[in-house]
């Protein structure tokens, strides 16, 4: 006879979109869309769109896709339509210059603006490509963002606790059976910090395991890897540097 009680409670399902993380005693949520959430607080953190990105690009002779914004956004809505957050907040480089709203499609601009006006609070963190976001699009901007035992902010600051962060693109990079090799956009923690990654269609990503992330944290530190609409964690011992590196 087994050992456990026998119940008719259906069996646990677990949902490998989603990791559950604890900063400075948050409850958090990481989702393989690149989004973070605090369930208590019915708040949504997203790092460095970079709006407009491709029109930056195609100013300078580099011709990208035009599409960045839109489907940066599409993700976006599409995320507040299914988690309805009381509160978003843009942890900085949420546009990829000072002159990204005089590029933007009317249509996307008014897209924008009905999502911010859609939450009760939306914040726009200050980042180094966009100190003084454009004005007239909803919601309020801001340094940073104290709320409880956690700090949002767009730089990770040597030492911080129950920090936030984006800025540095993470990804990484790990090999698996029959020398497969994956690498993709990750959240990096080490219990003390979370950085986030980038949110944007066109932000590509820095390995964790350069120096400019690493040492910002312990030296033993987890990634949350999101690859294919998933989520996994992985040690730092399992990745790898980049070919070349």
């Not at 490998?16 to 958090?28: I, V």
């Not at 990829?96 to 999502?115: K, Q, W």
Request: some cysteine.
């Amino acid at each position: 006879m087994s050992g456990f009680a026998q119940t008719d409670a259906p069996p646990c399902r677990t949902d490998d979109s989603r990791a559950a993380l604890t900063l400075s005693g948050a409850a958090l949520t990481a989702d393989a869309s690149g989004a973070l959430l605090w369930p208590a607080e019915g708040l949504l953190a997203v790092a460095d769109l970079h709006l407009e990105k491709g029109s930056a690009f195609a100013a300078r002779g580099r011709m990208l896709p035009p599409y960045d914004t839109r489907a940066t956004l599409d993700r976006l809505a599409a995320l507040i339509e299914r988690e309805r957050p009381a509160r978003v907040l843009c942890l900085g480089d949420s546009f990829h210059d000072r002159r990204a709203a005089e590029r933007m499609d009317r249509g996307d601009m008014e897209r924008l603006r009905a999502l911010t006006a859609s939450v009760a609070e939306w914040v726009w963190i200050t980042g180094n490509h966009d100190p003084e976001p454009p004005q007239g699009l909803g919601g309020r901007v801001a340094a940073e963002c104290r709320l409880g035992p956690l700090v949002f902010r767009h730089e990770a600051q040597p030492g911080a606790v129950g920090e936030l962060s984006g800025h540095l693109h993470p990804a990484a990079a790990l090999a698996l059976a029959g020398r497969q090799r994956v690498r993709d956009r990750c959240f990096a923690t080490d219990g003390a910090k979370l950085i986030l990654p980038a949110f944007g269609s066109f932000t590509g990503g820095l390995n964790v395991l350069n120096p400019a992330i690493s040492g910002l944290l312990t030296p033993r530190f987890d990634v949350l890897l999101t690859t294919r609409g998933r989520i996994h964690r992985f040690p730092c011992e399992r990745l790898s540097p980049d070919a070349g590196r």
